[in-house]
């Protein structure tokens, strides 16, 4: 994302392109059009493939909505026959009659709304929960370039705060809508029927109502959306620093962390505030305005039963139809404000789901080779980080590896060591150039028939809070126990697995806390054994760990390699040693290739790199060079 154009207050995703290039007028583009909707529901939009799914729920609640409206509507007409009829000719079984009318209107009342209310909570529910793995499933698919520039913890705030609020909008929030614009369109409608010339007085006043609430709702939609904004950015800093917070309380940054969290908390109190006042200045208004043209008619009226032009229940039917239309309004208004928070929420979702990934399957992908060999070759390739268009951190590089052959990548930091990786992986593409796999142009190719022929063991190994076995199993979900164990075994994890109180079935926490770094790098590696892929790479495997550790994983790894094409990149060049080839990077480029040997004979970078790290530097190499 480019700071210079883009602030953080706007918090709007970047859109990519093919090529992981940011399209600056797509972008102008797109926030023109979010200008526009943000004047009006629009973005609810969104919901109506979800609700097409639904179709019987949502006549179910269609139904039980009208029937409720309807129900409501003819209770005034037994009011006012009770009145011109029973009280004036004092007729008790008459009376009685209607009152049994007005008992079964209200239990079918009763009914309807029961109905309206399961049909409709249940639809909120379920569209919910389809927007939400929509959502989820969009977001696993967008390439590495946009979590470079985004932080996880707002996406997560879209994934939860925000379909919470559009959950409430699709479930109590519209079925109130629903029935009070029924109520308030029959109500209407009933009003001119019963009085045209009482009726005319409201009419006249519904724009002077109107108009001033759908430009307060407007306002309201847009405090509404700064205010989820503030709040993703609380919960994105808080994620970070609960994720952290071993490393938050080793340094004493807990005050810190309070106090930065502290101000994005208020700073979403403040923008909550001022969507709350709209809101509360809308709602008054609207009932203000509402029912003080209700009670202007009711004095018309009163003049009109004084003259003998109106019957008593006649104004009475008509006072409460003006009743049930004035509430409406009042109710819509307030319902407004909640729909307008529930559009900036769908809006701040279609943003998301809207992001195209930057690394695509062709329409036509080529299939690769069967069976897979494991040959890799770089051509010519250049390369820079989306995030960092003006550093290349690839320039020129070339370099093949054979079926079956095990090539360490070494060299300093910001060589460009794991852009290799990544490349492989096809997380990004190259700006040019070529990468192949068993002949197959990675861009050519499916990215999921590529990973699939891959298995990786990082440095920084990913734990999830579940069992020991669901982590091991993680890229092959349907392995069996038994293969499990097996690949713990090959690991060398199994020793300290069965040490654990439920053996394998032990739930390891976040990100692995109750595992030390050799025991989650050793079952990193049993995953990598389980998936069985012809192509291993390891991204320092063995960097973070103490001495006894490191002999464990690298005799795990040992075993891993076998027969499979590796690719080992590292700093610490006792791992490389039974390399059959080492590439020495510098700057994006090959700059010393051969055995370790040869490399330490030659005395140029690896040599320097190599007396640097051995602790009898020069006698170390003094004996690789005989």
Same mark, same amino acid.
């Given at each position: ?41 629009r ?13 019987g ?9 009208v029937?409720?409206a ?6 005034p ?11 004036s ?27 309206r ?16 793995r ?34 409430? $909008?699709? /479930? =109590?929030?519209? !079925?109130?809508? @629903?029935r009070?614009?029924? +109520?308030?369109?029959? #109500? &209407? %409608? *009933?009003?001119i ?16 109502i ?21 709040l ?35 700073? $979403?109190? /403040? =923008?909550?505030? !001022?969507?709350? @006042?709209?809101?509360?200045? +809308?709602?008054?208004? #609207? &009932? %203000? *305005? ?74 036509n992908?080529? $299939?690769l080779?069967t069976?897979?060999?494991?040959? @890799? ?15 290349r951190?690839?320039n020129?590089l ?7 052959e ?20 096809r ?39 579940s ?39 032990t ?30 790479l ?26 499979r ?7 610490r ?6 390399a ?22 030659q ?24």
């Amino acid at each position: 994302m480019k700071a210079a154009a883009i602030t953080r207050a706007e918090r709007h995703f970047v859109p990519q392109r093919a090529g992981n290039e940011v399209d600056v007028s797509q972008h102008d583009q797109a926030g023109a059009a979010r200008a526009r909707d943000r004047k009006s529901l629009r973005p609810l939009a969104v919901l109506f493939p979800y609700l097409a799914r639904y179709r019987g729920l949502v006549a179910g609640a269609l139904v039980a909505l009208v029937a409720a409206a309807v129900t409501t509507l003819a209770l005034p007409m037994a009011v006012r026959r009770m009145i011109d009829h029973g009280f004036s000719q004092s007729d008790a079984g008459f009376i009685d009659t209607y009152f049994i009318m007005l008992a079964a209107l209200a239990l079918l009342l009763a009914l309807a709304s029961a109905l309206r209310y399961f049909f409709v909570i249940t639809l909120g529910e379920r569209i919910v929960s389809d927007l939400r793995r929509a959502v989820f499933d969009h977001v696993t698919r967008l390439s590495p370039a946009f979590f470079d520039q985004n932080q996880s913890g707002e996406i997560v705030s879209r994934l939860t705060a925000d379909t919470t609020q559009i959950k409430s $909008a699709v /479930g =109590a929030t519209a !079925s109130v809508a @629903l029935r009070n614009l029924i +109520l308030c369109l029959g #109500a &209407i %409608a *009933m009003m001119i029927y019963t009085s045209p010339k009482l009726s005319s007085l409201v009419l006249a006043a519904i724009p002077i109502i109107v108009f001033p609430l759908v430009a307060f709702g407007r306002s309201v939609r847009r405090r509404s959306r700064q205010a989820q904004d503030t709040l993703a950015t609380a919960s994105a800093y808080a994620g970070e620093a609960i994720g952290a917070v071993r490393t938050v309380q080793s340094f004493n940054a807990e005050q810190a962390a309070r106090a930065h969290f502290g101000g994005d908390v208020e700073a $979403a109190f /403040g =923008a909550a505030r !001022s969507a709350i @006042l709209a809101r509360s200045f +809308l709602t008054g208004f #609207a &009932i %203000a *305005m509402v029912f003080g043209s209700v009670v202007a008619v009711l004095w018309f009226g009163a003049q009109a039963v004084l003259s003998g032009t109106l019957s008593a229940g006649t104004l009475g039917q008509f006072l409460l139809y003006s009743v049930f239309a004035a509430g409406s309004l009042g109710s819509l208004s307030e319902v407004w404000g909640e729909l307008s928070q529930a559009a900036g929420a769908a809006e701040r979702l279609t943003e998301l789901l809207d992001e195209k990934p930057a690394i695509v399957a062709p329409t036509n992908p080529v $299939a690769l080779p069967t069976p897979a060999r494991g040959a @890799l070759e770089f051509s010519d390739v250049h390369f820079c980080y989306p995030s960092r268009p003006g550093y290349r951190s690839l320039n020129g590089l070339t370099f093949s590896i054979r079926p079956g052959e095990t090539v360490a990548v070494v060299g300093p930091s910001g060589a460009g060591k794991s852009t290799i990786l990544s490349l492989i992986l096809r997380f990004y593409d190259p700006v040019s150039g070529a990468v192949k796999l068993d002949g197959v142009d990675l861009r050519a190719a499916d990215p999921e028939a590529i990973r699939s022929r891959i298995a990786i063991v990082p440095q920084d190994v990913t734990i999830f809070a579940s069992s020991v076995a669901d982590n091991i199993a993680f890229g092959m979900p349907g392995a069996t126990r038994e293969q499990i164990r097996a690949a713990a075994k090959a690991a060398q994890a199994e020793e300290f697995i069965d040490r654990l109180d439920k053996g394998f079935d032990t739930m390891v926490g976040e990100r692995g806390v109750t595992l030390s770094g050799g025991q989650r790098q050793r079952i990193a590696i049993a995953r990598a054994i389980l998936k069985d892929a012809p192509l291993l790479l390891l991204d320092e495997a063995t960097s973070a760990l103490d001495a006894e550790s490191e002999k464990l994983v690298q005799k795990a790894l040992d075993g891993l390699m076998g027969h499979r094409t590796s690719i080992v990149i590292a700093h610490r060049l006792a791992t490389v040693l039974k390399a059959d080839r080492i590439l020495v990077m510098d700057h994006g480029r090959i700059v010393e290739e051969g055995t370790h040997q040869s490399l330490v004979r030659q005395g140029g970078l690896y040599a320097r790199l190599a007396r640097l790290q051995f602790d009898d530097g020069a006698e170390e190499v003094a004996t690789a060079a005989r």
